[in-house]
């Protein structure tokens, strides 16, 4: 690989760049001036929009980038527009993170570890920046430790709080196993293949002789490593202690950008890994490599088993953090059904659905963690009668519940539309009926939270929540969205369409 290959690659990997720059100035800022750890969300939002400046700006390429010259093929990097979609979901997520992290009576009473968690979190976005471009296995692992560590350390970040405590060291214990799990499975299918690039994994699949009972084998501990991060049942065993302990804007920013990239590796390696080229018509066919094991049916059992899983122990939760956990769990299920059919009407519904979700989820963990810092509790009977004493954060709050649970005319809605449409169409019909059974599932324990708001009486006496401008206006940025995408969602469906296409598939 020499100099020049190297630059023109560079060329192609300028958001990244931009990014690491970010992560160095902030962490010369904490180390340096000590005094001014005030302006550290400053220069992160102003860092943050300059690497989306670049996201936009840099061309997609029809070649891997960082292979070789004698055998570009053999690349670690895409950039395409599937990439693209999911950085700038990821990049939102860790905007609104930082915004979210200015009011935080959690983050904002961290004192001098205050400047490491804006470090941490452009770490993890980088990390996780190269989770949804990577085509090579190893580089995966990399990229998904790099994302591991800084979580693992924002989990527990509240250190004086000992379920923060607890639910890092949980979360560090059952990432270690879905690590070494998902670096087994690598090593085999490396020991087959002789390569991490997924590329050729495929093109020996379809065109070797190899054993296909070990690429199942090897293919299943890679899904579980994966399945970790996505909160895919049944390896989601640390998301509601996680989720519980972790300050409220760190489990915002797991619920959606951390899952995002999960979801955008998992998609990329079940398409391209297994995807038979030799096929007539392989975008829906596409699980057609092996004759005898039918991914489809593990895919939709885990989905099933996500969803309810989630949603049935939503039903049981005080906690609205933990309520909220099982509830990204569900969400998770919900999404693991456009990858069952992972055609490209699949994957339009998903990345319709990442989007919403993105405003909707986020839009409730804000409004929870505003209240909560007010009146010093998750607890749901808590917040009785809270909706006369806070108009505007309980109604926005009803909203984004209402969308999480797919009611018309809010966004979320449209995104189980599109996926319950898309099952339809390709006689998931079995699949479909189980997605609107826990939907309907759903809407009880989020019910249940606006009953307790409007509907009962307040047990906190007289509660002011007062709320800044930057609160006020990023309730209404989050919630604008939720709304409109409900009636006016083309511009989005028209730009999933462009997105969906990975290269080369």
């Not at 950039?79 to 993170?97: E, G, P």
């Not at 919630?479 to 296409?501: H, N």
Request: hydrophobic share 55%.
């Amino acid at each position: 690989m020499d100099l020049t290959y190297i630059w023109n690659s560079l060329t192609y990997f300028q958001a990244e760049i931009a990014l690491s720059i970010v992560f160095v100035l902030l962490l010369l800022l904490d180390l340096f001036f000590k005094k001014t750890k005030y302006l550290l969300p400053i220069v992160s939002v102003i860092g943050f929009a300059v690497v989306g400046y670049f996201i936009f700006s840099t061309p997609t390429s029809d070649a891997l980038i960082f292979g070789t010259r004698e055998n570009p093929n053999l690349g670690m990097v895409v950039v395409d527009n599937f990439a693209l979609f999911f950085k700038i979901i990821i990049l939102l997520s860790t905007t609104f993170t930082v915004l979210f992290s200015i009011s935080s009576k959690e983050i904002v009473g961290s004192g001098e570890f205050h400047g490491e968690y804006y470090v941490l979190l452009a770490g993890m976005t980088l990390g996780m920046f190269i989770m949804v471009s990577t085509v090579d296995l190893l580089l995966m692992y990399l990229a998904i430790e790099m994302v591991s560590i800084s979580s693992y350390i924002l989990a527990g970040f509240t250190r004086k709080v000992s379920r923060s405590s607890e639910a890092s060291l949980k979360y560090i214990i059952f990432g270690a196993v879905a690590s070494g799990t998902m670096l087994y499975g690598i090593s085999i299918l490396y020991g087959i293949a002789g390569s991490t690039n997924i590329y050729a994994i495929n093109a020996i699949l379809s065109y070797g002789n190899v054993s296909t009972l070990t690429m199942v084998f090897a293919g299943l501990l890679i899904i579980t490593g994966l399945g970790f991060k996505i909160s895919m049942a049944p390896f989601h065993f640390w998301t509601p202690d996680v989720y519980e302990g972790a300050p409220i804007t760190i489990t915002g920013l797991l619920s959606v950008a951390s899952k995002a990239a999960g979801f955008a590796i998992l998609i990329r390696f079940l398409k391209i890994s297994f995807v038979d080229v030799t096929a007539t018509n392989f975008q829906s066919s596409s699980w057609v490599i092996f004759d005898f094991f039918d991914w489809t049916e593990i895919i939709a059992i885990l989905s099933v088993l996500t969803m309810t899983l989630g949603n049935l122990a939503a039903l049981w939760q005080d906690n609205l953090k933990r309520m909220l956990a099982y509830s990204s769990i569900a969400h998770a299920g919900y999404m693991l059904m456009g990858v069952v059919i992972i055609d490209n009407n699949g994957l339009i519904a998903v990345l319709i659905y990442f989007f919403i979700y993105l405003f909707m989820n986020l839009g409730a963990f804000f409004v929870l963690m505003l209240i909560s810092d007010k009146i010093g509790s998750e607890e749901m009977d808590d917040f009785n009668g809270l909706g006369y004493k806070a108009p505007l954060l309980c109604v926005s709050f009803t909203i984004f519940l209402i969308s999480l649970t797919g009611i018309p005319p809010t966004a979320g809605f449209i995104g189980k539309l599109y996926l319950f449409s898309a099952l339809i169409q390709t006689n998931w019909i079995w699949l479909a009926v189980v997605g609107v059974i826990n939907s309907v599932i759903s809407l009880y324990y989020y019910v249940r939270v606006v009953r307790n708001m409007f509907l009962k009486e307040s047990s906190t006496g007289e509660v002011q929540i007062p709320l800044s401008w930057l609160n006020v206006a990023l309730v209404i940025i989050l919630l604008a969205p939720t709304l409109i995408l409900g009636i006016y969602f083309q511009p989005l469906v028209e730009y999933a369409q462009k997105s969906v296409m990975i290269l080369g598939f």
